[in-house]
Structure formats: structure tokens, C-alpha cells
């Protein structure tokens, strides 16, 4: 059964300190709109830029989660995510003030508190659902991650630890959609090897790191657990949030053997670009737009009009759409006769439209008009041919009440043919 979407129905915060960079930092959780994601905005920086917590913003990085957009930056942001994922939570505005989010106690227990404490509401837009139908396995040297169709209603998790001899390497399972994330994987708290200590402080981590927010393993000293195999608990908590990243709830079983991080995040990846191919081939959602809604919205007419439906709009961050290219375009009589080929302008142009359409939601019954200002980062990958469907895709930075910047793609299959950072003016229409 789909669920609906959630949020928070009060603004919630929190002070603390970064695990890694040993920073105080200050966390604020704001309700958000449906559709809207989860959102990093970091208050230190200029124009307080947002993060959308999606695989495609993931930063390369060691034993985090860091995720960035532009300039901004924000780390350390698997243990809010997995009480959001834990706790079924969508929808969020976090702002952050440092490029690193607290790390309380060491686990996502006082995330999931504090999300409670913000009191969790349902939405009326349905969550999207990614099932699995065919296996997948990303490894690395000994370590691997599966992923199988499910065995039940949602999410499960086994997870295949190892550790020193001295400590309980049971493998743990945990149902998402049966068990009880708050007391049986949000207590869970980070760890360490001690072997790993001297050469991770040396290379500028743990700094905020205490015997109360880590768990030392395989030391002189014996270990108090909060739980029964708390370290693989933990380690299921991190895949939880790093599987926040695909932006769907996930139907599927997961088989994880010693994965960290990496694996974890790539599975997300894989899930958010399956999702997205799922989108274009299968039917129109219900949140679809057909091409008399786009003309209600835009001003464009043929043959200037490049947009033939808007598949998903979610907010006023994302949105998605369709143009079906075919041998009668007009541009193709003169680009190329013999072997016609898209203009790559239009396809931008197309683009534009789609993220017209998106912001035009916003400024609708305003007296504004949304207008092209600027193109920057522009890339063409490939060809686009009559019979080819490109799929436009594209997703807000930052917008205020004057202007707004969109990130913007559009492929062919799996194919990137144009990508660009567009950026728009909100102008009156009279």
C-alpha cells in the first residue's frame, strides 16, 4: 500500500557539536511542502544556498555522507536522514549553520526525537515507490551489497557483519515496514576500531568525538553496548540513510556484507536513476500534466512550444517532463536536410520551458512572468533525432521573490545529451 508523504507540523532545532570538525553548530527543522524533499540550506554562506538530499548531489568522501551544491556543503547528514527514512519524514527544510551536521550522541535517537518532537503530519500527495523487480549487486574487494525483490511490504535489511574476535559479528535483520526503527536501530551509535584512532585523528577527524557519542571496538577496555550487536545496528542505521538519498520509498530485500558508505550510497544511485527510466516508460502519474495544462501555465504556441506533458512536479523543487521528436519539427528543414539533428539551443529552450512551467506554479496569480536571464555551465553530450523522446529533467537551487537558478538535464534513455545551470528573473507581465 502507498503511503502519503509527511512532514513536521512545527519548526523544531538543536545546538551541538561536529563529530568530525569538533565546530558548534546549530540545527533548525522547518515543515515543507510535499514534493519538496529534504532540503539543506546552509545559513553560514551567502544567499544561503540549498543541498537537496538526493544520490546526485553525493560529494566523495571517507566514512560520511556529504552532499554539495555549488559552493555549499554539508556533511555528516546520514543519522538526520535515517530518522527521517526511519520515521517515514519527506518533507524538510534543514538549516544548518556549518558545512557539518551535530553529532549528538552518536546515533540518529535524538534526530528521531527531535522529528517527534516537531510532531509528524501526513500530507495529501502520495509518496513515490520504487519496487524492486530485478536483482542488483555492486561489490567492492570483500565487501558487497544485494539487492533482491521483496519478501514483504517494504524495506528489509540483513546486514553480514565483521569485527574483532572480542565482539558480536551475529548477522541483524530489520523490517522497515514491521520492526521498530525508534528502539530497535536509532539508539545505535557510531564506531571506531582502536587500531583506526591515531591515523583518523591525524587526518583531521573525531574531533568532536567522546567515549559517550563512540563506540571503541577491539580495544584494552571492555565495550558497554546499549544493545545486543549495537555496532551492526548502527551500520544498518547508516544504510537506512544513506538509501534516503534515492528520494522513493524502496520495496525490496537488501543483503549487506560489510558495507560502508560507499557501497551504500551507490545502491542509492542505482535506485534513483531505475526510478527515473521507470517514470518515462510507464503511464502518466496522477500528478501529470497534459499539454492543456503546460498552455494554461506558458505562453509559448507552436511551433515554439517544446514541451509535450509534464510527467511529475514535486513542489516547487522539481519537475519532469516529455518532448517527443519527430520528423515534422519545423527546425528540421534547415538543420540538417540530410541528416537532421536537434539543435542543441532548443533543447535548452526546452528546459527553459519546463523550469518556466515549475517556477510559473509559483508565480501564478501574482502578475509575474517568468523570463530566461542567464545560461551558465552549458554541456552537449549527444545527438537528438526524430523518433527520439527526450526526457527533461529539472531541479531548483535557490529561488527568492525576483529570481531563481535551476539545474537542468535532458537525456535520450540513459543518455545525457544537454545539461545546464539556468537562471531566471520574475518579472511583472504588464
Given at each position: 500500500m502507498v503511503r502519503k508523504q509527511r512532514t513536521i507540523k512545527k519548526s523544531v532545532g538543536v545546538e551541538g557539536v561536529a563529530l568530525h570538525s569538533g565546530e558548534g553548530v546549530t540545527l533548525l527543522l522547518e515543515p515543507a511542502v510535499a514534493g519538496t524533499g529534504i532540503i539543506f540550506r546552509r545559513s553560514d554562506?551567502?544567499?544561503?544556498?540549498?543541498?537537496?538530499?538526493?544520490?546526485?548531489?553525493?560529494?566523495?568522501?571517507?566514512?560520511?555522507?556529504?552532499?554539495?551544491?555549488?559552493?555549499?556543503?554539508?556533511?555528516?547528514?546520514?543519522?538526520?536522514?535515517?530518522?527521517?527514512?526511519?520515521?517515514?519524514?519527506?518533507?524538510?527544510?534543514?538549516?544548518?549553520?556549518?558545512?557539518?551536521?551535530?553529532?549528538?550522541?552518536?546515533?540518529?535517537?535524538?534526530?528521531?526525537?527531535?522529528?517527534?518532537?516537531?510532531?509528524?503530519?501526513?500530507?495529501?500527495?502520495?509518496?513515490?515507490?520504487?519496487?524492486?523487480v530485478n536483482a542488483h549487486v555492486i561489490r567492492d574487494k570483500n565487501c558487497e551489497i544485494v539487492l533482491l525483490p521483496p519478501s514483504g511490504d517494504g524495506l528489509k535489511i540483513s546486514y553480514i557483519p565483521e569485527y574483532p574476535n572480542e565482539i558480536d559479528a551475529s548477522?541483524?535483520?530489520?523490517?522497515?515496514?514491521?520492526?521498530?526503527?525508534?528502539?530497535?536501530?536509532?539508539?545505535?551509535?557510531?564506531?571506531?576500531?582502536?587500531?583506526?584512532?591515531?591515523?583518523?585523528?591525524?587526518?583531521?577527524?573525531?574531533?568532536?568525538?567522546?567515549?559517550?557519542?563512540?563506540?571503541?571496538?577491539?580495544?584494552?577496555?571492555?565495550?558497554?553496548?546499549?544493545?545486543?550487536?549495537?555496532?551492526?545496528?548502527?551500520?544498518?542505521?547508516?544504510?537506512?540513510?544513506?538509501?534516503?538519498?534515492?528520494?522513493?520509498?524502496?520495496?525490496?530485500?537488501?543483503?549487506?556484507?560489510?558495507?560502508?558508505?560507499?557501497?551504500?550510497?551507490?545502491?542509492?544511485?542505482?535506485?534513483l536513476s531505475e526510478y527515473d527510466m521507470f517514470a518515462v516508460s510507464d503511464e502518466i502519474n496522477e500528478d501529470g500534466y497534459d499539454i492543456q495544462d503546460v498552455m494554461r501555465l506558458l505562453p509559448h504556441r507552436y511551433p515554439f512550444l517544446l514541451i509535450d506533458r509534464v510527467l511529475r512536479v514535486e513542489g516547487w523543487r522539481r519537475a519532469v517532463g516529455v518532448k517527443n521528436v519527430t520528423i515534422n519539427e519545423p527546425f528540421f528543414g534547415g538543420h540538417f536536410p540530410d541528416q537532421p539533428l536537434m539543435p542543441g539551443v532548443l533543447q535548452l529552450e526546452a528546459l527553459a520551458q519546463l523550469s518556466g512551467f515549475l517556477l510559473q506554479r509559483k508565480m501564478d496569480n501574482t502578475g509575474k512572468l517568468v523570463v530566461l536571464a542567464a545560461i551558465d555551465k552549458v554541456r552537449f553530450r549527444g545527438g537528438v533525432v526524430p523518433g527520439d523522446q527526450l526526457y527533461l529533467e529539472v531541479e531548483t537551487l535557490r529561488m527568492n521573490r525576483s529570481r531563481a537558478s535551476i539545474k537542468a538535464q535532458a537525456k535520450v534513455g540513459k543518455r545525457i545529451v544537454s545539461e545546464a545551470v539556468l537562471s531566471f528573473a520574475m518579472v511583472s507581465s504588464t
Open positions: 554562506l551567502e544567499d544561503s544556498p540549498d543541498v537537496p538530499a538526493l544520490a546526485g548531489h553525493l560529494s566523495s568522501s571517507q566514512r560520511r555522507t556529504v552532499l554539495r551544491e555549488g559552493p555549499a556543503q554539508v556533511g555528516m547528514v546520514e543519522h538526520l536522514l535515517s530518522a527521517c527514512h526511519g520515521l517515514g519524514v519527506d518533507n524538510l527544510v534543514v538549516t544548518v549553520s556549518g558545512p557539518e551536521l551535530p553529532g549528538m550522541d552518536g546515533s540518529p535517537l535524538p534526530y528521531a526525537e527531535l522529528l517527534k518532537s516537531g510532531v509528524i503530519v501526513e500530507q495529501k500527495q502520495q509518496r513515490r515507490v520504487f519496487e524492486v548477522p541483524v535483520s530489520f523490517d522497515l515496514a514491521t520492526d521498530d526503527y525508534f528502539s530497535e536501530i536509532a539508539p545505535a551509535r557510531t564506531f571506531v576500531l582502536a587500531e583506526e584512532i591515531e591515523s583518523l585523528l591525524d587526518a583531521g577527524f573525531g574531533k568532536g568525538a567522546t567515549a559517550e557519542n563512540t563506540v571503541v571496538l577491539g580495544g584494552d577496555t571492555s565495550v558497554d553496548m546499549r544493545m545486543p550487536c549495537e555496532p551492526t545496528r548502527h551500520k544498518i542505521a547508516d544504510l537506512i540513510g544513506d538509501l534516503a538519498l534515492a528520494g522513493v520509498e524502496i520495496h525490496g530485500d537488501i543483503i549487506a556484507r560489510k558495507s560502508g558508505h560507499v557501497l551504500n550510497q551507490s545502491l542509492a544511485q542505482h535506485i
